[in-house]
């Protein structure tokens, strides 16, 4: 299919990652590409808004049970419609992900063309990757595997690398690939530097429909039954695809590098040197930011005295963060959690979060705020009998019909107009008006208005967890 004289490229983003070493700012529940780190728009809003335009089609995401409101959210606040969302059932690595839109897409347009791409990429310059991306466009249509290659700046140990040919080829059009490269040690990684015959590895794909499925087919023929049958069994879900779960079970646990392109033989890459991150760890958001004449990047309510080539960030609007000679310190304080890192250690953070899943601390993958498909709600306060909550519901959503076992709300509106179903009953609650909700009662809560609406709720009861919800209906079909 073209557009405008150009072969369309459908854009496969894979949104389902976690993001943990970026822990405490980005967490299993609200991980990194959802987050707004410092830039008006998220990774996610910046990548899918990066691959539209002349020669694009609408994406098609694959994400998890967790993200898929938040996903559609942030879509909508950019302007851009999917052309389908898979909800996968269970994390299973890249490979799968990758099958299955491949597998979806040969169904839809076979002799289409795919953009495989992370949802978590910081590329700042979008006309300069879209142009790249045409650019590889010609070599993709005549059979190969694209892969970009980003230009490196420095011996990275954190990234993969592509090595090339080593024959002169134009930095404008894509070269063969001799092998992939492991993360190298610092040695290795300064040699590879100095030859200037190596690319860092970006894990960003073009090439056919036809292509990727016959690598599938190829190398890794075992999963595509699997994939098939759960493609196939899916089933719709308001605006979103929910892969079979048995099926995709069976489908093994593995990267689409080590799977499919470390063993294909039509391998090219495409050279960008225009910038790319996969703000993977906190010194590259150090090495990113603005940074005083000590070296220190100061983010949020932060105050740096003497502190040298460290990293200060404060999220949290009244909480100031100060630092007193400090060298070479990653500090990040956020309501519930603080983390304090030597900058040659900031790998070793996902090694913190598995500390804290093993303590049971619930610090390790959720925040204060959670965030739910009708907006999101904190907890201010709590005891033994008793739990303070901030609500904001968006413009047009609703919670779900609903009544608990063991706890009575009272809700005082502070901003905007909630409509308040309280069994047989409706009324309309206003700023600085309150309302009662027994143990039992059949209840619900509406923003029909064009701004948030946001109540503070004051739960009482012998029990207060979020589970004590029994659901009547719901306009986002959960359970």
């Not at 994406?59 to 898929?68: A, C, I, N, Q």
């Not at 049971?360 to 303070?388: C, E, I, N, Y």
Request: glycine share 8%; proline share 5%.
């Amino acid at each position: 299919m073209k557009q405008q004289g150009i072969e369309m490229i459908t854009p496969i983003i894979l949104a389902g990652g976690s993001g943990t070493r970026l822990w405490p700012l980005s967490r299993k529940s609200y991980p990194k590409q959802f987050v707004h780190l410092g830039q008006p728009e998220t990774l996610f809003q910046a990548t899918v808004k990066r691959l539209t335009g002349v020669g694009f089609g609408r994406p098609v995401l694959l994400t998890s049970e967790d993200y898929r409101f938040i996903i559609t959210e942030q879509m909508g606040q950019v302007g851009i419609q999917p052309e389908a969302i898979f909800i996968e059932p269970e994390a299973r690595d890249t490979a799968p992900a990758v099958l299955i839109a491949a597998l979806f897409l040969d169904g839809v347009d076979p002799d289409g063309m795919m953009l495989i791409a992370a949802a978590d990429h910081a590329i700042p310059d979008d006309a300069g990757f879209r142009a790249s991306v045409l650019a590889a466009l010609p070599a993709a249509e005549a059979g190969s595997i694209v892969t970009f290659g980003i230009t490196p700046d420095r011996p990275e140990t954190g990234y993969g690398y592509l090595e090339l040919s080593g024959d002169a080829h134009s930095d404008n059009a894509p070269q063969p690939l001799k092998a992939f490269v492991e993360k190298p040690t610092k040695i290795r990684a300064q040699e590879m530097i100095e030859s200037g015959n190596f690319l860092w590895n970006a894990g960003i794909f073009l090439a056919s429909v036809k292509k990727i499925k016959a690598a599938f087919e190829q190398y890794a023929p075992e999963m595509l039954e699997a994939a098939q049958a759960s493609l196939d069994t899916a089933e719709q879900d308001l605006g979103f695809r929910r892969l079979e779960a048995a099926s995709f079970a069976k489908l093994p646990k593995i990267s689409l590098d080590y799977a499919i392109m470390e063993k294909a033989d039509n391998l090219q890459v495409m050279p960008f040197a225009a910038g790319w991150s996969d703000l993977g760890d906190w010194e590259t958001l150090r090495r990113l930011a603005d940074k005083d004449e000590n070296g220190t990047a100061l983010v949020g309510e932060a105050t740096s005295i003497d502190c040298e080539n460290s990293l200060l960030w404060s999220t949290t609007e009244g909480q100031e963060l100060v630092g007193v000679g400090l060298e070479n310190i990653i500090a990040i304080a956020m309501p519930d959690a603080v983390l304090v890192a030597d900058r040659r250690r900031v790998q070793d953070v996902k090694a913190a979060v598995t500390a804290l899943q093993v303590k049971g601390a619930k610090q390790a993958t959720h925040f204060t705020r959670d965030h739910r498909p009708w907006g999101w709600f904190d907890s201010l306060a709590m005891g033994q009998r008793f739990q303070v909550k901030r609500i904001v519901v968006t413009p047009g959503s609703q919670l779900s019909l609903q009544s608990h076992v063991h706890r009575a709300e009272h809700w005082i509106v502070v901003e905007g107009t909630a409509h308040v179903t309280i069994d047989e009953d409706v009324k309309m609650v206003t700023e600085n008006q309150s309302i009662f909700i027994p143990l039992g009662a059949i209840h619900r809560m509406e923003n029909r208005g064009k701004v948030n609406m946001t109540l503070i709720e004051v739960q009482t009861g012998i029990y207060l967890g979020e589970d004590d919800i029994i659901r009547y209906e719901d306009a986002y079909a959960r359970k």
